[in-house]
């Protein structure tokens, strides 16, 4: 079974462009979930879909951050315009059961996005 | 916001069994705790998850009193390859900004 995919797996931009993410779940996860790491910070939550629908949105830094999944199956996360503060590894996640505390959550390997 | 304490570091040789021990003490009744493992450049691997007592998997023990304001891990004869850092997550459901990751710990195994 293929696992969390992501696309990819760097990206060198610089400030003020647009870039792109995207993340292929497991086959069948209704759920999936976008977080960060920025330089010598934590992982964050970003947000968390179900389906098509953003259940929860709570962790997007401001709105140069978009999240989409339409149809419900791979996810995009565009940055615009990138600022340097942006810099990190974004993962992707996805799951099952949407209980976010108590089931286990599948990462991709992340997305390295440095911006210049 | 149930907020976790665990050692930033810790080293052990081939063999060895670790116990690596997080602090919870404001953890919720319907919290979880959950722990993840992460290897440089890969993201987080789901090891073990549990609500009270102990839970056993092919990987990894879970310990949890009775009052749950903290839980160890505990990894058998560990080999170089469990090199990694360590996350102790506690968290209910669906409130995203409750999955909080932490600074973990970073587990050296020795040979």
């Known amino acids: 079974e293929a696992g969390v995919t992501q696309f990819p797996s760097h990206s060198v931009i610089e400030k003020g462009q647009t870039v792109t993410l995207r993340c292929d779940p497991i086959?069948?996860?209704?759920?999936l979930y976008w977080y960060r790491r920025v330089m010598g910070k934590e992982i964050k939550f970003l947000l968390h879909f179900v389906k098509e629908s953003k259940q929860d949105e709570s962790g997007m830094p401001n709105n140069r951050f978009l999240a989409e999944r339409t149809g419900g199956t791979y996810s995009t996360l565009k940055v615009q315009p990138a600022e340097l503060e942006d810099s990190g590894v974004y993962f992707c996640a996805s799951s099952q059961e949407g209980a976010i505390g108590s089931n286990e959550q599948f990462f991709g390997p992340g997305t390295r996005l440095t911006v210049l | 916001l149930a907020k976790t304490t665990q050692p930033i570091s810790m080293d052990s040789y081939e063999g060895q069994e670790v116990n690596i021990t997080c602090s919870h003490n404001?953890?919720?009744?319907?919290?979880?705790i959950t722990w993840y493992q992460q290897f440089p450049s890969q993201g987080p691997r789901f090891i073990i998850q549990g609500y009270k007592t102990k839970v056993t998997n092919e990987v990894a023990s879970l310990f949890i009193p009775a009052d749950r304001k903290s839980s160890t891990l505990s990894l058998p004869r560990v080999s170089l390859s469990d090199t990694a850092v360590y996350y102790c997550l506690v968290a209910s459901d669906n409130y995203g900004q409750n999955f909080v990751f932490g600074p973990g710990t970073r587990l050296s195994v020795l040979p």
């Open positions: 086959s069948g996860h209704d759920n």
């Open positions: 404001n953890i919720a009744t319907n919290d979880y």
